[in-house]
């Protein structure tokens, strides 16, 4: 689901229609809004907001019988769940990318005793939450590409973190960079774009397998 700015609070939300449940484990921070016909009253409808954290598709809020003025009672919790998984999101990278060169110079015991959430020197990087590491890993992007959101570039890092201006320390993922550039909570999977083709970073995500 997208989140886009107008000025009433339901308005914010622009959907995308999913024909079937996307894998969760290649959705996370995702926030989406499934309608069930009310068994209590058919005119009616029975509402349910899911977000797709740490491999699953969790509940995070239900309403029964809801009529037409749904949308004004789940967008709150749409939005709030959205910029709280992106927020996370940004919170992991941001902290390994600060601490991984300190805990690749320390013994195992003392980084992991510390808890520092950088990895030896010789392993792979550490994937973003809601980053491109499964893009990178299945060929549909390299590392060091470009991708485009509104006149805005970004470059896609190692563990697929997004690099966003000189520093590079300054690192970001796809939601997170989507609603700092956009001024509104974003699913930047359907903002981003492959810049040598063009492509929607989500129609990418489609051809990586189901699992």
Same mark, same amino acid.
């Given at each position: 689901?997208?989140?886009?700015?107008?000025?009433?609070?339901?308005?914010?939300?622009?959907?995308?229609?999913?024909?079937?449940?996307?894998?969760?484990?290649?959705?996370?921070?995702?926030?989406?809004?499934?309608?069930?016909?009310?068994?209590?009253?058919?005119?009616?409808?029975?509402?349910?907001?899911?977000?797709?954290?740490?491999?699953?598709?969790?509940?995070?809020?239900?309403?029964?019988?809801?009529?037409?003025?749904?949308?004004?009672?789940?967008?709150?919790?749409?939005?709030?769940?959205?910029?709280?998984?992106?927020?996370?999101?940004?919170?992991?990278?941001?902290? &390994?990318?600060?601490?991984?060169?300190? *805990?690749?110079?320390?013994?195992?015991? +003392?980084?992991? %005793? #510390?808890?520092?959430? =950088? /990895?030896?020197? &010789?392993?792979?990087?550490?994937?973003? *939450?809601?980053?491109?590491?499964?893009? +990178?890993?299945? %060929? #549909?992007?390299?590392? =060091? /590409?470009?991708?485009?959101?509104?006149?805005?570039?970004?470059?896609?890092?190692?563990?697929?973190? +997004?690099?966003? %201006?000189?520093?590079?320390?300054?690192?970001?993922?796809?939601?997170?960079?989507?609603?700092?550039?956009?001024?509104?909570?974003?699913?930047?999977?359907?903002?981003?774009?492959?810049?040598?083709?063009?492509?929607?970073?989500?129609?990418?995500?489609?051809?990586?397998?189901?699992?």
């Amino acid at each position: 689901m997208i989140a886009v700015r107008t000025t009433d609070t339901a308005d914010l939300l622009a959907e995308v229609w999913l024909p079937e449940p996307p894998p969760a484990t290649l959705h996370a921070g995702d926030v989406v809004v499934r309608l069930h016909t009310s068994t209590a009253d058919p005119a009616m409808t029975d509402v349910e907001v899911l977000a797709a954290m740490q491999g699953e598709w969790r509940t995070v809020g239900t309403w029964e019988g809801a009529d037409a003025r749904w949308p004004h009672e789940v967008a709150t919790t749409v939005l709030v769940h959205m910029r709280y998984l992106a927020d996370a999101a940004l919170q992991d990278v941001q902290w &390994a990318t600060m601490t991984g060169p300190i *805990a690749a110079a320390m013994p195992d015991w +003392l980084s992991h %005793g #510390l808890g520092l959430a =950088g /990895e030896p020197a &010789a392993s792979a990087p550490r994937r973003a *939450a809601d980053g491109l590491a499964e893009l +990178l890993e299945a %060929g #549909l992007l390299d590392e =060091g /590409e470009q991708v485009v959101l509104d006149g805005h570039t970004a470059t896609v890092g190692a563990g697929g973190v +997004l690099h966003h %201006g000189p520093d590079e320390f300054a690192v970001s993922t796809v939601n997170a960079l989507a609603t700092q550039l956009c001024d509104f909570t974003a699913n930047g999977w359907h903002l981003w774009r492959r810049v040598r083709d063009n492509r929607l970073l989500a129609d990418l995500r489609t051809e990586l397998p189901r699992r």
